[in-house]
């Protein structure tokens, strides 16, 4: 069917009614109206807003207990206080590795056990580490 053909096709309103009335018992699918009498999907949704069983029913306005703005902000003040305590705890690391640092000046000890080798001998040695006199 060419497209000037098509343009001056006039459906009549029973037979939308009815094409309308198959998709709604799911009989047939938009995509195959549209398919077999080449329509646009537009057409066919317009048909369904005009002659659906919907068409008379009230809208139905649904209020959640918790909107998704209120969450959003919810999470947004626990992100931020959740990043104060990381702060803090990051000031209380700060000042015992200073601490720390003024106690090994103070005492000349090495309080910070730094180990670079292998472990002393007192560290749970094994037979074979022990040598045979």
């Known amino acids: ?5 098509r343009r001056f096709r006039r459906f009549s309103d029973s037979f939308k009614i009815q094409k309308v009335q198959e998709i709604e018992r799911g009989v047939t699918r938009v995509a195959d109206i549209c398919k077999e009498y080449e329509v646009t999907t537009a057409n066919i949704y317009r048909w369904i807003s005009k002659f659906g069983s919907m068409k008379n029913k009230p809208e139905r306005i649904i209020v959640e ?11 947004k003040r626990k992100v931020a206080e959740l990043e104060q305590i990381i702060g803090q705890k990051q000031i209380l690391l ?3 590795d200073k601490m720390i640092e003024i106690a090994e000046e103070t005492y000349k000890v090495d309080i910070k056990k730094k180990f670079t080798g292998k472990p002393s001998d ?10 045979s006199v």
């Not at 069917?1 to 053909?5: A, L, N, R, S, W």
């Open 1 to 5: 069917m060419t497209i000037q053909e």
């Open 65 to 75: 207990p918790q909107s998704d703005t209120k969450k959003i902000l919810e999470l």
């Open 94 to 96: 700060e000042f015992k």
């Open 122 to 131: 007192t560290s749970g040695s094994s037979e074979k580490d022990i040598p």
